[in-house]
């Protein structure tokens, strides 16, 4: 799978330290090249990290006067993600792709990530293919290990709606309807071991 190629303008550490963890959670590989200080030439930054997203702190780039949607492309498309709050003004958030509010709660930021992700990168080869992306691997484990819709949103922080896309999608691509299928697959491709599944079946009947 491609790497996606991130920059991100924000001059916090802790809210560049909190996107990474939440990226890490996506599912896609990543490298994110981060750019804390406001920089005289955004577009030489733009031509030396190769972002294909870049997420951005909108008065970072008032400052030097660079707006998306006006930056000069490079040899691909960008995509702008603006790290805003309840200060930001409509016309700063009408310039980028994408928003992402700071002040939000985990759940809430990681699924609008994931709704980001699938936006730009929802028509990719893995998509169209009988390849699993790694997120639609970590959701086989789950449901092979017996895991519910919402029990799987909760601990990879998607909603149950977008588990279901998923579970279309892995259906789709493998070609097998059954749970007791999906999870003979997993077993076979290693992805779980029968004694996972032994130790599951202990817990329920302790419920």
């Known amino acids: 799978m491609a790497r996606l190629n991130i920059l991100c303008i924000e001059s ?25 200080v406001v920089v005289d030439d955004l577009a030489k930054v733009l031509r030396k990290a190769k972002p ?20 000069p492309e490079c040899d691909h498309r960008i995509f702008y993600t603006g790290l805003v709050n309840e200060q930001t003004a409509d016309k700063a958030k009408a310039r980028f792709d994408f928003l992402l509010p700071v002040h939000a709660d985990k759940l809430s930021l990681s699924r609008r990530l994931e709704e980001i992700l699938t936006a730009i990168f929802g028509k990719t080869a893995d998509s169209e293919t009988g390849t699993l992306s790694e997120r639609e691997l970590s959701i086989l484990k789950h449901i092979a290990l017996g895991l519910t819709n919402s029990d799987i949103g909760e601990q990879l922080f998607i909603s149950p ?6 579970r279309k999608n892995i ?8 749970v007791s299928g999906l999870t003979v697959y997993a077993i076979l491709n ?14 329920e009947a302790q419920l």
Request: charged share 25%; net charge positive.
């Open 52 to 71: 294909q997203l870049v997420i951005a702190n909108p008065d970072m780039l008032t400052a030097i006067g660079a707006f998306p949607r006006e930056m």
């Open 12 to 36: 916090s550490f802790l809210l560049r330290e909190g996107l990474k963890t939440l990226l890490g959670q996506m599912g896609k590989p990543f490298s994110m090249e981060e750019c804390d």
């Open 161 to 166: 709606h977008t588990v279901m896309t998923h």
């Open 171 to 178: 259906t789709r691509k493998l070609g097998i309807k059954t």
């Open 190 to 203: 290693k992805l779980i071991k029968v004694e996972e599944l032994q130790v599951s079946d202990r817990h």
